[in-house]
């Protein structure tokens, strides 16, 4: 259990089955369990941007899967907070296509019902179809975010919660809440897909080709493989070492096996510091919301303008009511000049702070 078997190569289909063909790792299971696989969709965009898990991963896993004889399958995910439904990302993601072809049905987490778990007092609502789930595989990416440094097996299972929850996750912290989560919910294996991740932004934009496919079976150790990949260490990501602290797996060490390391294109990812950043008064901010707003401000930073920038910019929800100078997202409409939506549009940002530039100068 300690191990993460590694695969490097470009035929992502061909390295999952062949990952899986290694590992068995269904071997002796009952053929009639339901098996769900959770993918990362977190927006509609082309995997090769980095910020989904590629189809062909998960093709790869139902071959394998229905090779084995094993045949109630399933996609579940329910992708973020605002205007990119699951079914728009199951469309452009590509899994729409798979789901026919396969005839694999797509469930829709932001559609489904929801049951109140607890760990100790602890109280998170998840999505029905999870809980009646015998077998979870997780299918994260190895990438960045912007608020909690990176996400991979622990932070994916957000995507199992209604969006109301996810919110309320934003609101507590988000850290312990994901490793809450984590002991609510097992996932019994998970497949990792490098092979051309934003090693710092969870929306993608600057794909960094890796081509490299993990396999574990233990959400912490694969996280502690994960941060050291993009360059960091399991301190830096709260809700890793609160997983740990909770017995839901374990920090390592582990012992890595490799598959066709002739193919490999890079050990660590070095991550550059965004000048920008400091500019963001955050507390509480829904990732969709944050996101767009380090994407605005990545362009205008692009364009020269980010050091013209005098006002700091407030977002969050534990901003509501805080008379603020400026904010961004419906949370911070006490400010004194705001741009509202839940969230905003990244280019509704951008105008925003442009315009905030503009003020400044007149
Ligand atoms: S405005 Fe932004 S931070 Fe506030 S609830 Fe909406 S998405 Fe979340």
């Not at 490097?8 to 899986?20: A, I, Q, R």
């Not at 229905?66 to 109630?72: I, N």
């Not at 990244?346 to 925003?352: A, L, P, R, S």
């Amino acid at each position: 259990m300690n191990k993460i078997h590694v695969i490097y190569g470009e035929d992502p289909c061909c390295m999952t089955v062949k990952l899986l063909n290694e590992t068995a790792p269904l071997k002796g299971l009952d053929k009639n369990i339901s098996i769900g696989i959770k993918p990362n969709l977190v927006c509609p965009s082309n995997a090769s941007e980095g910020a989904v898990t590629h189809p062909e991963i998960v093709e790869g896993i139902i071959r394998y899967l229905k090779e084995q004889g094993f045949y109630r399958i399933k996609i579940m995910e329910g992708s973020w907070i605002g205007e990119d439904d699951t079914q728009t990302a199951f469309d452009v993601c590509g899994y729409r296509y798979l789901s026919e072809k396969y005839d694999v049905p797509l469930i829709d987490l932001k559609q489904d019902q929801f049951t109140s778990c607890s760990y100790e007092g602890y109280r998170i609502n998840v999505c029905n179809e999870v809980l009646n789930t015998d077998y979870l595989i997780n299918v994260p990416l190895i990438k960045g975010h912007c608020q909690t440094k990176m996400t991979c097996a622990l932070k994916n299972m957000k995507g199992i919660i209604p969006d109301s929850e996810k919110r309320r996750f934003h609101t507590i912290g988000l850290h312990k809440p994901i490793a809450v989560l984590n002991k609510l919910v097992k996932q019994h294996l998970i497949i990792a897909d490098a092979i051309c991740p934003d090693p710092y932004f969870e929306e993608g934009g600057r794909p960094h080709r890796m081509n490299m496919i993990a396999l574990g079976y233990d959400p912490v150790l694969m996280d502690v493989f994960a941060s050291e990949i993009l360059g960091y260490q399991k301190e830096d990501i709260p809700y890793l070492m609160m997983a740990g602290e909770m017995g839901i797996g374990s920090f390592g060490p582990y012992e890595k096996s490799e598959y066709d390391v002739q193919n490999k294109i890079v050990d660590i990812i070095d991550q550059p510091k965004e000048k920008y950043l400091h500019l963001i008064d955050e507390s509480g901010a829904c990732s969709a919301c944050y996101s767009n707003l380090v994407s605005a401000l990545k362009r205008l930073d692009e364009e020269g303008l980010t050091e013209r920038i005098i006002e700091n910019i407030c977002i969050g929800q534990d901003y509501r009511d805080y008379p603020g100078e400026a904010g961004v997202g419906n949370c911070t409409i006490a400010c004194m000049k705001n741009v509202p939506g839940c969230p905003p549009e990244q280019d509704e940002i951008y105008i925003f702070i442009k315009d905030l530039i503009r003020g400044s100068l007149d």
